[in-house]
């Protein structure tokens, strides 16, 4: 039944998002680990929404449930540390796997997808000063990124490398004997410069092979994603 209803809200999903006006594309941040057993439903949405162009689903994984059993492949202390400084951002003590933040901003029970639906179109409605363009030249990708107006508070480019998918035999833990899809795996997010918006600006990034690029401009705190745009 679970299966049933995620697929008819992702469908749902298809159909009523648009990309909103000049920051391009969501960024949906998943917080999961693979020693959650609430974690794989989040895990699948994470799957189905990569097949659509106006959302940019990422999956941090995250160390703090690697002492109950099994130890997460891809998790990273750094994807920790980005949900803390959300919760701190946003009055709470704790963190919790699976949790999603769309667009910098609204936080989502990951396995609620319903919730995450109203949080994806709410994000399309909202328009963004910020505008990014990419070109690839072999391993490298030049990032141009422009805005209409100049900001009383520097903004943050972020560069985001993922793996786009890869399959792991669970031995251990909540999850002991399953063999769970991972989708766009992030293993490196970094700032990489603050900008006002006051003239263009362009980075080069050096990437490996045709791996896939996002690029991300944030308000500090972490607050609200200005603009995202992504190269696969």
Known sequence: MRKFISVLTVAWLAAAGLARADGGPVVVELFTSQGCSSCPPADELIAELAERTDVIPLALHVDYWDYIGWKDVFAD???????????????????????????????????????????????????????????????????????????????????????????????????????????????????????????????DVETDGDEPVVAIVQERGPGRILAALQMR
Do not use: C
């Open 77 to 203: 202390p750094a994807n920790t540390v980005r949900q803390k400084a959300y919760a701190r951002v946003a009055g709470k003590k704790t963190v919790y796997t699976p949790q999603m933040v769309v667009g910098g901003t609204d936080h989502v029970v990951g396995y609620r997808p319903m919730d995450l639906a109203a949080a994806i179109e709410a994000n399309h409605k909202l328009e963004s000063p910020v505008s990014i363009h990419m070109d690839r030249d072999g391993n490298d990708v030049k990032v141009t990124v422009t805005s209409d107006r100049v900001f009383d508070e520097d903004v943050i480019l972020q560069i985001v490398s993922y793996i786009p998918e890869k399959s792991v035999e669970i031995k251990r833990g909540e999850n002991a004997g399953k063999t769970l899809l991972y989708t766009n795996i992030v293993n490196q997010w970094q700032a990489v410069t603050r900008w006002n918006g006051a003239e263009p600006l362009v980075v």
